[in-house]
Structures are given as C-alpha cells and as structure tokens.
C-alpha cells in the first residue's frame, strides 16, 4: 500500500476566520486523525494536527512523521501557527483562543521540555494525548515468540525470526530454526522488515565463543529489495528497542545490534571485529639511566 497525503474535504468562507473555526470541528471523526491547512485574518496559514487518541497507534506515528515534510512541501514559510490536538474542541474558537493565549503566557521552558519540542519538530512518535512524544511503542509480545527466544539461550536452536503484526500490533514469531552465518542472508526477506536473532557460534583465540546477534532488516529499494511501506517500516522502527529488550526477559543478552537494508550488508569480518576488538599494546619506554649527580641520593658501600 503506497500511502500519500490528499484531500478530503474542503469549505468556503462564511464569516470571520474565527467563527468559520467552527466548520471545522464539524468534520472532525472521533477515529481518524487529519491535517487542517486553515486560512487565519493575517496573510498566513496555520497547520492544525487533529490525531484522536481512538486512532490507531501507526495512524499517529505517521501523522507526527509526515508533519514536517508537509510543511517543507507546502512552504514553511507560509505558516506562522501551528496547533495540535486530541479532540474536536480544540480546533473551535474557544479551542484556538485559548491555544494563542498559552503561547504568549507560555512559561520558559526547561531543558527536557526544550528537548521534547526538539523530537516533536524532527518528527519523533505521536502517541496521543496533549503533545506526548516517545522515542518507540512497546506491543506485546506473542507466547510462541518468547518460547522460540528461551530455545535460543538454552541452546536448542540458533536463529530466531521476528515479525509484527501491523494489523493487530502484536510481537509474533515468524519461524525458528538452526542455521550458519554464511546462509543467514538467506533468511532475510526481501519486501518486508524483520527482527533476527542469531546465536553466533565460533572459535576465538582457540575456544568455542558464542555471541548473540540482533538484525534489523528493513528493506529500502536498493540492492534487489523492494521498499516496504511507510507504516510498517515506522512500526518496526519504533518497536526495535522493545523487541531487542525481549531477549533478556528469558535471560539472554545482546552482544552486538546491526541494521542492514539487504543480505549483502551482513559482513562476518566486520561483526568478529565488533565482537573482538584488538587492542593495541602499549610499547614501554626505554628509561634512560639517570647522569651522575641528578636524581635521588644512593648510599654506596
């Protein structure tokens, strides 16, 4: 599915710009969210954001992520308001006057505000409520996937593939098995993302190492894939943490993360070198003897 902004629904205007506000709570749904470009007195334009708690949690990621490129597309320079919210009300006259009346009285802000309004510009993860960003969401997890990862730290298998279920936002396990690294790349799909944790069994220094390996594979077009669409590449985006986290629930660690776009991007010279770094030893400093009449006090027999 090729997702793209369009417009749905226009009005003309009937009176003032602030009573006509009202026409646009009027077309409002309760469930799905929206973009208003609304005309104001002034010759500017304010990019009004309309995400209902009642919508679906990658409805809300893609309004925050997209708010950004539609205003850069439309010309930033353009609007000089911009105003978010959760319900109907706050788009009315009432809503926006009370919206314009916070921004002047609006008191100065600490540093972990700042920081949040900084994710909100970049187009960080809308979750809801009055101007609530997070850096992911956290779905549940399915019985057979935290079954398939307890088999992996007992040993029992050696790779262990992930999936979401975008229609039902759940964790689930896609399929489990035992595999080497050189036919690893063969397990990542070439349309669709996908979280993959090997058990990395090798020798190191003339002893039997293993490491665990999370892949975060998200196709993007080049190398022989096919992009995968917008949603679910932001859905996956947004869970890694949470489903790199599920390995230690079953007593297991990470020792190294990697995202790659196609198979070609795994490289076992280049995860060895993470696993294994070299240390460079110190070269030790030949000390001169010290002149005779410099230094400490010898006692001579």
């Not at 990395?200 to 669409?229: I, M």
């Amino acid at each position: 599915m090729n997702e793209e902004i369009v417009p749905i629904q226009s009005y003309t205007k009937r009176g003032n710009w602030e009573d006509d506000l009202e026409q646009v709570t009027s077309i409002l749904k309760p469930d799905q969210a929206a973009y208003i470009i609304y005309r104001l007195d002034v010759p500017s334009w304010s990019i009004m954001c309309y995400v209902p708690d009642r919508c679906k949690v990658k409805d809300k990621m893609l309004y925050a992520s997209t708010q950004a490129n539609l205003k850069n597309q439309l010309g930033n320079n353009y609007f000089s308001d911009e105003l978010h919210g959760t319900v109907p009300d706050d788009f009315s006259k009432k809503g926006y006057n009370h919206h314009v009346v916070s921004k002047k009285t609006e008191a100065p802000l600490t540093e972990r505000e700042q920081q949040r309004k900084a994710e909100q510009e970049s187009g960080e993860i809308y979750t809801g409520g009055a101007s609530t960003y997070v850096h992911g969401v956290s779905f549940p997890v399915e019985a057979p996937a935290m079954d398939a990862l307890t088999q992996l730290v007992k040993g029992q298998v050696n790779y262990v593939q992930i999936k979401i279920d975008c229609d039902k936002e759940v964790i689930q396990l896609d399929h489990t098995g035992k595999t080497s690294f050189s036919e690893l790349g063969g397990e990542v799909p070439l349309d669709q993302p996908r979280f993959h944790f090997f058990a990395y069994h090798h020798e190191h220094e003339g002893q039997n190492v293993t490491s665990y390996v999370f892949v975060f594979s998200c196709p993007d077009g080049s190398k022989g894939t096919k992009s995968a669409p917008i949603k679910m590449r932001m859905l996956y985006s947004s869970s890694k943490a949470n489903v790199t986290n599920v390995i230690t629930q079953v007593g297991g660690k990470i020792d190294h993360k990697l995202e790659i776009n196609a198979p070609d991007d795994l490289n076992e010279e280049e995860i060895l070198a993470v696993l294994h770094p070299v240390t460079e030893k110190k070269e030790s400093n030949f000390s001169k003897p010290t002149r005779a009449g410099k230094g400490a006090r010898k006692l001579i027999r």
